[in-house]
């Protein structure tokens, strides 16, 4: 388990280093733009690359918690689950929850930060939906800066192999099934045979109540939402309620998960905080966001 995602990672790099395609490495499932950062991590020997990752991501989620306008109560965030899961494991959402708490509403820095969120398509897909509707209602330039530096950003690895979206597209279309159940939401509840229509209209209709608010209500919506994910993915609600709603439940809902087998157990984090949210005004339990 430790550093189990990390090797993946580091391992894709390695691959590329050694003038190979990520995809040649059997669980290479990142698109190319994102395969191409892992080379970063694969500088260094395995042992002391992880070291250097989890270190990291412990002063990123310290310096987020820090900054959080909650009690001193606030350091009890750091036994999240999720948190503790991502840094074990040596996943890559503590960096992105990071940066996304650095993303202001608006110019060039925004921009750029939206871009590098869409490394990891399920993080763009929980962070990002708010500020694109705040930008095609206010800010349209900010909008098509965006899309051009994200296109760019994805485009650029046709540079080294005109091919390798084809490679990528081949290393993930065995994941769509499995990757619904294990859903961190509603559409995890395909687990329990309820018709993927209703599903459907569940998640659009959480999806549009929580962009219609503030961004960390629209987050919580839209993990609830989220088509294909895994439960550590909630890392990204950290300081969004108070921690006492779900950092017990954290672990509750991670027994029960081992228990019944399955992933439906964890969109309980997320629907807490949704709910906690839609009743509570929006300056209640913020995280950091720059104006």
């Known amino acids: 388990m430790f550093g189990a995602d990390f090797f993946n990672f580091w391992a894709i790099g390695r691959a590329i280093l050694a003038g ?12 190319p733009a994102t395969a191409f950062f892992f080379v970063l991590l694969a500088l260094l020997p ?3 690359s992880y070291a250097l990752w989890t270190g990291l991501n412990f002063v990123l989620v310290v310096d987020f918690i820090r900054k959080l306008k909650q009690n001193h109560w606030k350091w009890a965030w750091l036994g999240f689950a999720p948190v503790l899961f991502v840094l074990l494991v040596g996943q890559i959402d503590i960096f992105f929850l990071w940066l996304a708490s650095l993303m202001p509403t608006r110019g060039w820095k925004a921009v750029l930060l939206g871009a590098l969120l869409t490394l990891k398509p399920q993080i763009a897909f929980i ?18 800066k965006w899309v051009l530096v994200t296109a760019a950003l994805h485009l650029s690895p046709l540079l080294f192999d005109p091919n390798i979206y084809q490679k990528w597209l081949a290393s993930i279309q065995t994941q769509e099934d499995w990757r619904m159940l294990a ?20 998640a659009l209709a959480i999806a549009i109540l929580g962009i219609r608010r503030d961004p960390l209500t629209s987050r919580a919506a839209q993990l609830l939402a989220l088509p294909m994910g895994l439960w550590y993915e909630n890392v990204l609600l950290l300081g969004s309620v108070p921690w006492w709603l779900v950092v017990p439940v954290s672990w509750l809902t991670f027994y029960v998960a081992t228990l019944v087998h399955n992933n439906y157990p964890f969109a309980i984090i997320p629907l807490l905080v949704f709910g906690w949210r839609m009743l509570h005004k929006p300056e209640q339990a913020e995280n950091p966001q720059p104006a």
């Open 46 to 48: 395995f042992q002391f």
């Open 127 to 144: 962070v990002l939906p708010w500020f694109l509707l705040q930008w095609l209602i206010h800010e349209r330039a900010t909008l098509l």
């Open 183 to 202: 859903s961190p939401g509603v559409f995890a509840l395909s687990n329990l045979y309820v018709p993927l229509l209703i599903i459907l209209l569940m």
């Open 20 to 31: 190979q395609t990520p995809y040649s490495y059997s669980i290479s499932q990142y698109p």
